[in-house]
């Protein structure tokens, strides 16, 4: 599975769209890229996922670039219990996942 | 419905015991994956039942590692002569189909917490 890079860490004000960017330069054309977030001491939730039309649905929004090589996960309306590390994660179908670090997103009253 | 279960939610044992882990996944769900995170670290995969293919028990660590799964329903994870590096939380993880062509989403249970002392 292609590898990807997310910054460490983020912030955002609660009330606030939070924009999560992902690097996947080498995804290969059968591979998805999937978002999860892992709040913490508890399992990890699955989000979003996509191939290379954004995607939307009740928790978040995925947006691929044209040449896929990136994305961004955004939370329109962020709150408190949003605050979890969050996964991008790209893979083909039915394999494991290869979680890396995540990015940790704090969000701030 | 009921999502993916896992007992116990805790476990304490003595280093040098075997302990046996459960993982209950989501009816109809034909994919099973164990996974393994330590504390303040990403999650590891550990092994993938997929229907009656033999298992990818590449994430397995040694050979004091083992899984079992009856068809597509319960998996049991067991773990001879445990040592205090074994001290980790167990995440368990089902998935299915959902259409034809698209992609797996994992619904991932609580996790079985165990502590080697």
């Known amino acids: 599975d292609a590898k990807t890079t997310q910054p460490t860490s983020m912030d955002c004000a609660e009330g606030r769209a939070a924009n999560l960017p992902c690097n996947h330069s080498t995804i290969s054309g059968n591979e998805y890229v999937y978002w999860y977030r892992q709040i913490h001491s508890q399992g990890p939730q699955y989000i979003i996922h996509g191939l290379k039309n954004n995607e939307t649905n009740e928790m978040a929004s995925l947006i691929i670039t044209e040449d896929r090589k990136s994305s961004t996960l955004i939370l329109p309306h962020a709150t408190l219990r949003d605050t979890a590390v969050y996964y991008c994660i790209v893979r083909v179908v039915d394999s494991k996942l290869t979680f890396g670090k995540g990015i940790t997103l704090s969000v701030r009253p | 419905g009921a999502g993916v279960s896992q007992s116990p939610s805790n476990k304490v044992t003595e280093k040098g015991k075997d302990v046996e882990l459960r993982c209950d996944p989501i009816?109809?769900?034909?994919?099973l994956y164990w996974y393994r995170q330590r504390l303040g670290q990403g999650l590891e995969f550990l092994i993938y039942?997929?229907?009656?293919?033999?298992?990818?028990k590449s994430g397995l660590p040694s050979d004091r590692f083992s899984a079992e799964r009856t068809g597509e329903s319960v998996s049991t994870l067991t773990i001879q002569r445990t040592q205090q590096e074994d001290s980790a939380v167990y995440l368990c993880?089902?998935?299915?189909?959902?259409?034809?062509?698209?992609?797996?989403?994992?619904?991932f249970g609580p996790g079985t917490r165990l502590t080697v002392t």
């Open positions: 993880a089902s998935s299915s189909l959902r259409f034809a062509g698209g992609a797996y989403e994992q619904y």
């Open positions: 009816s109809g769900h034909t994919a």
């Open positions: 039942f997929q229907g009656n293919s033999a298992p990818d």
